[in-house]
């Protein structure tokens, strides 16, 4: 297993295009989690999921944000009319929950999104 | 509400120690986490500890935990110029998601 893969890796995209990032976690992982991270700021959870139930949204994913996870493997985040202050990077990471236990999260490398 | 606050800057001379603090306000954490994230990539996670210890090492890591003040450390020993990144305390909310603080950027200098 190659970890937690992200693609792309960039995107620059012009304001009000939609744009969809996509998150590979580690296969044997039930659990995985969207954060943005903008300029010289620790990342900020936005939601995350156990198999394919998203469990938990923050207040910081607004309307023009859906993430799916459809058959509890692979993961979207779709953005849509992107706005500037959308530029951040799209760090996804996935965990393993059971019988109780947490055994912490790996990371992605992240999807940097610059909106011009 | 939910907060971590650490230091935003350390610069430390080859060889010496690095000590890079952070408070915490969620007294329920279950695990404290330090990440390190180097230009352009993600975070690797360097250590954790559990609540209900006090310290832990791991080759030249060492973390504190002081509970009652809610303030965590992270020791690197014999500090490198590899070790330069931004150090990021974690601490988790229930086993659902981590609250991040602004990070540390440790500069290590000859």
């Known amino acids: 297993d190659t970890g937690v893969s992200q693609d792309p890796r960039h995107k620059i995209t012009k304001r009000g295009q939609n744009v969809t990032f996509r998150c590979d976690p580690i296969?044997?992982?039930?659990?995985l989690y969207w954060y943005r991270q903008t300029l010289g700021q620790g990342p900020e959870f936005l939601t995350y999921?156990?198999?394919?139930?998203?469990?938990?949204k923050s207040r910081l994913l607004s309307d023009r944000f859906s993430a799916e996870r459809p058959k509890g493997s692979f993961s979207t985040l779709e953005i849509q009319r992107t706005e500037q202050g959308d530029s951040a990077m799209y760090l996804c990471?996935?965990?393993?929950?059971?019988?109780?236990?947490?055994?912490?999260?790996?990371f992605g490398s992240g999807t940097r999104l610059t909106v011009v | 509400g939910e907060d971590v606050e650490q230091s935003l800057f350390l610069s430390v001379r080859e060889g010496d120690s690095s000590v890079i603090n952070c408070t915490y306000t969620?007294?329920?954490?279950?695990?404290l986490y330090w990440y390190k994230q180097e230009p352009g990539a993600g975070l690797q996670l360097l250590t954790y500890?559990?609540?209900?210890?006090d310290m832990k090492q791991d080759q030249r890591l060492t973390v504190l935990l002081n509970k009652k003040d809610k303030h965590l450390s992270l020791r690197i020993a014999d500090t490198q110029t590899g070790d330069s990144a931004i150090y990021f305390c974690?601490?988790?909310?229930?086993?659902?998601?981590?609250?991040f603080g602004a990070g540390t950027r440790l500069a290590v200098h000859p």
């Open positions: 969620d007294s329920s954490s279950t695990y």
């Open positions: 999921f156990q198999n394919e139930a998203q469990l938990e």
């Open positions: 500890i559990f609540s209900n210890m």
């Open positions: 990471a996935s965990s393993l929950a059971a019988g109780g236990s947490f055994y912490g999260y790996t």
């Open positions: 296969s044997e992982h039930n659990r």
């Open positions: 974690a601490e988790s909310i229930g086993d659902n998601k981590l609250i």
